[in-house]
């Protein structure tokens, strides 16, 4: 708040001052007071106008200057009034109140967004819950009876996809689901390949694994999440000839390192800084047309949440490589 730019918002006041000085020593001439006494008159009057000037200008600053300073600390904007203090000139006080109401109107509001988005996304993991049901008995009628292979593709792409909207609505509050603990990553990997060795086994890729006896602080069901989203992508973009993919690990004395690699058909250099991306698909996205772009970004996420490091390189037509960090002794690095 600048000096000069108070006086211009106050200008009609410091005519009236500056005209009622002037008649009044207009006054002074004309009654032919002393010399002394209109200086005297001078300097009080100055004195005294400036210093309301002033009181009035630093008071005003003070209280605007500390809100707008709090104001671009804080990321909600709304929250202003919990930093402010409520004022000691009038106008100040009218600003207040009407902010605070602003406030609060605008709080209710946010609340009542959040109470329905709550309850929408249980609803949505209520129904998804009940729509796995009779999905996992037409997937176990399917398996013991000899039915034709594109009915089961299809019944594991919809399980999969309804799977991918029952952790996408959980993504934004994982920390209310997952426990993290010690799990062995030859165990998570164990579950993910016995979910997918008919896809395996229909496709004639070969699953390599190798040194995967390292112990890692993760959410066991969450891993198994990220894991086999990665997996099914290797297998939906798979060579036609010697198809294969390899899990391995590798560790150091900060981190352990969970590599899935496959030979597939790869990413394109100018696709790979947005793969993370939300509903981004790519090249060969567009060529399959049945790509949401949300699979990785899930993963993305849900890595980050649980305080593990997501990385792909990729060579287009050679491999794509994934690379899943665990940092070691992280339980308190896990973003809550």
């Not at 500390?66 to 000139?89: C, G, H, W």
């Not at 109140?97 to 609803?123: G, L, Q």
Request: glycine share 2%; net charge positive.
């Amino acid at each position: 708040m600048k000096f000069t730019k108070y006086l211009k918002d106050i200008w009609v006041v410091v005519l009236i001052f500056i005209i009622f000085f002037i008649t009044m020593l207009s006054f002074f001439i004309a009654f032919k007071i002393t010399k002394e006494l209109i200086f005297a008159f001078v300097i009080t009057y100055i004195i005294f106008s400036t210093t309301i000037l002033l009181y009035s200008y630093y008071r005003k600053k003070y209280f605007y200057q500390t809100f707008l300073n709090n104001l671009n600390k804080l990321d909600q904007k709304y929250l202003i009034t919990e930093l402010m203090k409520k004022p000691n000139f009038y106008e100040g006080k009218i600003i207040y109140d009407a902010i605070y109401e602003i406030d609060k109107s605008m709080t209710e509001n946010v609340n009542n967004y959040k109470r329905h988005t709550e309850d929408f996304k249980e609803y949505i993991e209520l129904w998804i819950h009940e729509v796995k049901l009779p999905l996992a008995s037409l997937n176990l009628i399917t398996h013991n009876n000899k039915t034709n292979q594109k009915i089961k593709k299809c019944l594991e792409e919809l399980d999969n996809y309804i799977e991918q909207i029952l952790y996408y609505v959980r993504s934004e509050n994982p920390e209310k689901d997952y426990l993290i603990k010690k799990h062995y990553l030859e165990d998570i990997v164990k579950n993910v390949a016995l979910k997918n060795k008919d896809n395996f086994l229909y496709t004639k890729t070969d699953f390599i694994v190798s040194d995967l006896d390292k112990e890692v602080l993760t959410d066991s069901k969450w891993l198994e999440y990220i894991i086999n989203q990665i997996i099914s992508n290797s297998l939906k973009y798979l060579k036609e000839e010697n198809p294969y993919i390899k899990i391995t690990a590798y560790e150091n004395d900060k981190e352990i390192n969970l590599i899935i690699l496959d030979n597939g058909k790869g990413i394109s250099q100018s696709d790979l800084p947005r793969v993370f991306d939300k509903s981004f698909t790519g090249e060969n996205g567009h060529e399959k047309g049945k790509a949401t772009g949300m699979g990785l970004y899930i993963c993305y996420n849900l890595c980050e949440k649980l305080g593990h490091k997501l990385k792909i390189e990729s060579v287009k037509d050679k491999f794509t490589k994934v690379t899943i960090t665990f940092m070691k002794n992280d339980y308190y690095l896990t973003k809550m």
